[in-house]
Structure formats: structure tokens, C-alpha cells
């Protein structure tokens, strides 16, 4: 009998697809999870119909009484269950706050108090990098790129904290990274950065590549902030599920530490003057968008360095920017029914 996990925020994007997989190869999985975000019924009621056995709690993050209860006996925590929108969290901080740094806090300390160090395993965020403003930026014909770093921004470079997202979700980070030094607890941390795939419910204000392909089957109106030549480093849901997989059977090597986890140097995007036309290819039409201002702390590129994770690892993406995009959108094409409550 495979282990005992426990997926905090099992019903959302990354955590229905690591339920997908771990159940899959016949981990008992529990979700956990307060249901908030649009889609995680959907994603939940898709989950029992393909494993019956998998377990659901509806509860919250921030109440340590439902943790208690929750992870009880489990060998596995992945702790995804998050407050995820950088926009809300300027717009509602404490709720922030309380959902990313005290929600963490809430986890580890019921962990700790259970007394089984299983393993936790955390997402967290490039965000903790904050705006970088020192590093040169130069500006090309279609695109944005750094000057000095090649390879992207690696673990060695400075945090700094950068909107009530990035200071909780920075706290969350730190946290788990200490409760493997002061307690033993193996933890590890993945700083992850653009993730997308099938079943994320994107949004506007959370998950572009997925709201970009969202909106325009639906006819919605698309808003490109800034010049859309800013770059993203894209990794595709099933190359990160895999990571989960691998940092979770390399424990010995993993455990206590942090990584980048993104698509890297040879998976990049700029938002619009790179994606749009891929986007016209695969709806085969013109798409129109609207261009805003620049949103407050949007960075003109960011870049995971992810050779450390290659070395430690020896996990690198497989699924290329184009064939991902391609996926995402088949899925969205082939799910239309689930969309209908979010684009009304
Ligand atoms: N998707 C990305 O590109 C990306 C990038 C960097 C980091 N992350 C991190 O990865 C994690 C998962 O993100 P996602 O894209 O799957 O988002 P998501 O919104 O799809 O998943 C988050 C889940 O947490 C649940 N949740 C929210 N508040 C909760 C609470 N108080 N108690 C219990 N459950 C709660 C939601 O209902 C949802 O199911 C988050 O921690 C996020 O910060 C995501």
C-alpha cells in the first residue's frame, strides 16, 4: 500500500492534477480543501468520478482545528491551499495574510504537533524576488530579456518581499524552510513560477495563459497590461507534477531545501507579441485586444534560473511552451460546459 498524502488546496489548478497523479499510482490521497475558488467543484467531482477512494475535507486553512483532524496519520502533505491573486491581496491584505502566512503557519504547527514528521512539501512563489529593480533589463524587438543573467534569476538572489502577496506568501516560505532546521520536519520549498494547464480555472487577475485561451473561446474582451512584450517563464503542469513526484522519493537530497521551479530559459513567453500570434493559430482568427496601463509591480520579464534543481534533481521540463499552450487549449475546447458560471 502506497503512503498517506494529504493535498492542501487538492481541489485547485496544481493541486486536482497532483491528486490525479498520486492517486493515480495509488497513494491515499485526502483534499483539503474550503472550496473557495470557481472550478474546484468541478475539479473535485471529476476526481471521485475517477478514484471513489480518494478522501474529501472541506476545511480551512486557517482554522487549526480542521488541520488537526486532517493530518492525522499522514505520511505526505503538500501544502498548496493558498489566498493566489496578487490584486486581492492589495485589495484585502489581512485576508491574505491570514489565509498564506497564518494558513502555513497552521499547517506546520499541526504537523509538528502530530508528531510524524511526514514530509511537507510547499509551493511558494518567484514573487519573494520581488521587482529586481537593479538588475538591467534591455528591450528588444518583440520581447524583453536580461542583460547579465542568461539563465534566469536563481535561489541566491535577494528576497524582498513585494506586494501582501509576496510578504505572506515570503513568510509562508521561510517558515517551512525552518521548520526542517529547528524541528527535523523534512520540508521543501519550491518557488514556482508561471504553472498552466488543464483544469485551472484562470482569471484575469490569476492564471493568464489560461484566461487568455478562456476568454477569447468565450468571446470575453482580453486586456493586455503594459506592451505585452514582458516575459514569463511558462512551465507546464505535468513537468511540475513530476517534480512533486521526484522531490518527494529524493527526500535525502530535497528535504530543507529551496528551488526555482519554473520553465526556465528555453521555456519563455512574452505575453502578448509571442502568445497572440500562437493564439491566432490555434483559433485561427484574428483576436482583438485592449491595451492598459502597466499593473503596479508588473515585471518587464522574470526568468527562473533552474539549473539547481537540474543538478540536485535531475528533473528538467519535457513539454515545450508551444505542445503545452496546444494541451491547455484542447482541454478548454473540450470542457466548455465547466466554463459556463465563470464567463457569464
Ligand atoms: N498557478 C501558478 O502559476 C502559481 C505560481 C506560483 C505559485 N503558485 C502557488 O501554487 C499554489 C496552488 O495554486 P493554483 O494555481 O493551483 O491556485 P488555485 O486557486 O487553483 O488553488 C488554490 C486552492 O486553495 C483553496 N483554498 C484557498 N483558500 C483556502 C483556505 N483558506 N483553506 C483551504 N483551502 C483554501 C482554493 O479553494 C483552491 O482550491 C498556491 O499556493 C499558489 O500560491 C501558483
Known amino acids: 500500500m502506497k503512503k498517506k498524502m494529504l493535498i492542501t488546496g487538492g481541489a485547485g489548478f496544481i493541486g486536482s492534477n497532483l491528486v490525479d497523479h498520486f492517486a493515480g499510482i495509488g497513494y491515499q490521497v485526502t483534499i483539503f480543501d ?20 480518494v478522501n474529501i475535507i472541506t476545511g480551512d486553512i486557517r482554522n487549526p482545528k480542521d488541520l488537526k483532524i486532517a493530518v492525522q496519520k499522514q505520511e505526505i502533505v503538500l501544502h498548496l491551499a493558498a489566498q493566489v491573486a496578487v490584486t486581492t491581496s492589495v485589495t484585502d491584505p489581512r485576508n491574505d495574510f491570514e489565509v498564506n502566512a497564518l494558513g502555513t503557519f497552521n499547517v506546520l504547527e499541526a504537523v509538528r504537533q502530530e508528531g510524524r514528521k511526514p514530509i511537507v512539501v510547499f509551493s511558494s512563489t518567484n ?17 524583453y530579456a536580461y542583460r547579465d ?9 535577494n528576497l524582498d518581499f513585494h506586494s501582501p502577496y509576496g510578504c505572506s506568501k515570503g513568510a509562508a516560505d521561510q517558515y517551512i524552510r525552518d521548520f526542517e532546521r529547528i524541528y527535523d520536519i523534512p520540508t521543501v520549498v519550491f518557488r514556482q513560477s508561471c504553472i498552466y494547464g488543464p483544469r485551472q480555472f484562470g482569471i484575469e487577475d490569476q492564471g493568464w495563459v489560461a484566461w487568455f485561451i478562456i476568454a477569447t473561446t468565450f468571446g470575453k474582451p482580453v486586456t493586455v497590461y503594459g506592451d505585452g ?19 518527494i522519493n529524493k527526500i535525502k ?12 530559459s528555453k521555456n519563455t513567453l512574452s505575453v502578448w507579441s509571442e502568445f497572440g500570434p500562437i493564439l491566432e493559430e490555434l483559433f485561427q482568427r484574428k483576436i482583438k485586444v485592449t491595451f492598459a496601463d502597466w499593473r503596479p509591480g508588473d515585471q518587464k520579464i522574470y526568468v527562473s534560473d533552474i539549473r539547481k534543481v537540474q543538478k540536485e534533481l535531475g ?10 499552450i496546444e494541451k491547455l487549449f484542447h482541454w478548454v475546447q473540450e470542457n466548455k460546459s465547466l466554463f459556463t458560471k465563470l464567463v457569464r
Request: charge should be positive; avoid cysteine; hydrophobic fraction near 35%.
Open 34 to 53: 474550503n472550496f473557495q475558488r470557481f472550478g474546484t467543484r468541478e475539479n473535485a467531482s471529476w476526481l471521485k468520478s475517477k478514484y471513489p477512494q
Open 127 to 143: 514573487k519573494v524576488y520581488g521587482g529586481m529593480e537593479d538588475i538591467v533589463i534591455i528591450e528588444k524587438k518583440d520581447r
Open 149 to 157: 543573467f542568461p539563465n534566469g534569476i536563481s535561489e541566491k538572489n
Open 229 to 247: 512584450k514582458q516575459v514569463r517563464d511558462v512551465l507546464y503542469i505535468g513537468d511540475l507534477v513530476r517534480m512533486f513526484d521526484i522531490a
Open 253 to 264: 537530497i530535497s528535504r530543507g531545501k529551496i528551488y526555482n521551479v519554473g520553465g526556465g
Open 315 to 324: 528533473w528538467k521540463p519535457q513539454v515545450g511552451v508551444r505542445a503545452g
